[in-house]
Nanobody, 123 residues
């Protein structure tokens, strides 16, 4: 069974930082591009970032550019999302997902999803 698990969420004050981890088992992440998504209360799920396995290229939503950084640790089969300068509007459940296509894939083209981890940013 393919497993993808996001972790590292928690409660943080505005301006603080958190690092989320996405650990994969049963498959190797170097064959997939890994995206981060989030869903805030009452809102649609939105893409946050993506990292490409082929060349390490990263992509970010405009709302998080300059604040969030995604990276990978291939030996650990893990992808990270470093979140700095957090804002209350970043509060959401964060999901990592894997696509066998590319970071240009739309949400429906992501094949595997983690359970999500809750990030709460207080003002």
């Amino acid at each position: 069974e393919v497993q993808l698990q996001a972790s590292g969420g928690g409660l943080v004050q505005a301006g603080g930082s958190l690092r989320l981890s996405c650990a994969a088992s049963k498959f190797t992440l170097d064959e997939y591009d890994i995206g981060w998504f989030r869903q805030a209360p009452g809102k649609e799920r939105e893409g946050v970032s993506c990292i490409s396995y082929s060349d390490g290229s990263t992509y970010y939503a405009d709302s998080v550019k300059g604040r969030f950084t995604t990276s990978s640790d291939n030996p650990k089969n893990t992808v990270y999302l470093q979140m700095n300068s957090l804002k209350p509007e970043d509060t959401a459940v964060y999901y990592c997902a894997a696509t066998g296509w590319s970071c240009r894939a739309v949400e429906d083209e992501y094949d595997y999803w983690g359970q999500g981890t809750l990030v709460t940013v207080s003002s």
